[in-house]
């Protein structure tokens, strides 16, 4: 029996161990603050705050409070193998599925789509320091206005 904890005592240190690694190695993984005085959003008004968490297992969700300062919350899967998975929430797009491709170590492309069409083309990039993650959001808006947000996020 002693032998038998010990044993999965060492199996749990190890996978504690590989998901630190894990985590590690991906720079987009952690908790992300909006700064709002480098951000830009077309059109706007922008949202009072945001912040995004990013699991290892790439679902990211964000929290904060909309312009009029109404709670929101949404998410989305970023897998990175080009499939379609569907959001969660209100995202401020509309968009109700999300495909994605790693372009580079620090650089994730996404193409979010409303009701099977596209809607917008978001790339989401970690500085080389790994402490500001820049999203930049081009497409349309379910009223057919044109969006092109800039969105910088400080790691907390």
């Given at each position: ?61 964000a ?13 989305y ?9 569907p ?11 999300i ?58």
């Amino acid at each position: 029996m002693k032998r038998l904890l010990t044993l999965l005592a060492v199996i749990f240190l190890a996978m504690a161990a590989g998901g630190l690694v894990l985590a590690q190695s991906n720079p987009f993984v952690g908790t992300w603050k909006l700064n709002l005085a480098k951000s830009k959003f077309n059109p706007g008004p922008a949202p009072k705050s945001q912040t995004r968490t990013w699991a290892v297992d790439g679902k990211v969700s964000a929290k904060g409070l909309n312009p009029t300062g109404k709670p929101v919350a949404y998410g989305y899967p970023v897998m990175g193998d080009g499939k379609h998975y569907p959001t969660t929430g209100a995202v401020p797009n509309s968009a109700d599925t999300i495909s994605s491709k790693r372009i580079d170590a620090n650089t994730i492309e996404a193409n979010f789509s409303r009701g099977g069409k596209p809607s917008d083309t978001t790339r989401f990039v970690v500085s080389k320091n790994r402490k500001v993650l820049t999203i930049a959001a081009k497409g349309t808006l379910p009223d057919g206005k044109l969006l092109d947000d800039l969105l910088v996020l400080d790691k907390q």
